[in-house]
């Protein structure tokens, strides 16, 4: 970056996620039945999400304004968020609920990572509501308004939530904290 080259990993990021928004990626996440497939892409695609977040963070406000090179990073970053955390809205990944530990766990690790990838969440979106009124399902108060009743989430299987519990733990602390 600092010597006028793209970055590599930007690259990566927009070829393997963002040419399709992230599709491919949300339907091994959401339907492939292999744990291990699941966690290895779920780890992978953290620590890429992670590195632009703290590439970005490296920038000072003048190369946030002005270099092209870092525009681009913000926006790769943010269409990798924006495709990520619309997912859950979607029907496939509510159906698959019983998989997304390691989806959790991503979101988690790529927070986690700098307080850049925290800040940005928290200015973004109303985030920590959209967890918890994900977790919520049809007992949600946004449920409430909506025509279409929620797939129920639970029952005999417990759901693999610890790393979303986690998340919002972390995130209500930065939002404290910050």
């Known amino acids: 970056m600092r010597r006028g080259e793209t970055s590599a990993v930007n690259e990566f990021v927009k070829e393997t996620y963002l040419a399709d928004a992230c599709g491919h990626f949300q339907k091994i996440m959401f339907t492939c039945t292999d744990t291990i497939s699941r966690q290895y892409i779920s780890k992978s695609t953290a620590l890429a999400i992670s590195r632009l977040f703290k590439l970005y963070a490296e920038c000072d406000a003048e190369a946030r304004a002005n270099d092209e090179k870092v525009k681009d990073i913000y ?98 602390r930065m939002v404290h904290t910050g």
């Open 75 to 172: 926006a790769t970053l943010d269409a990798f968020m924006n495709h990520t955390l619309e997912a859950l809205k979607d029907k496939e990944c509510l159906r698959s609920w019983t998989r997304l530990e390691w989806y959790f766990k991503m979101l988690l690790e790529i927070a986690t990572s700098c307080t850049t990838a925290a800040q940005y969440l928290l200015e973004r979106s109303d985030i920590i509501s959209d967890l918890i009124d994900f977790v919520l399902g049809n007992k949600s108060p946004r449920a409430a308004c909506e025509a279409e009743k929620r797939t129920a989430m639970g029952g005999s299987v417990p759901p693999p939530f610890r790393p979303l519990f986690t998340l919002v733990s972390f995130l209500l």
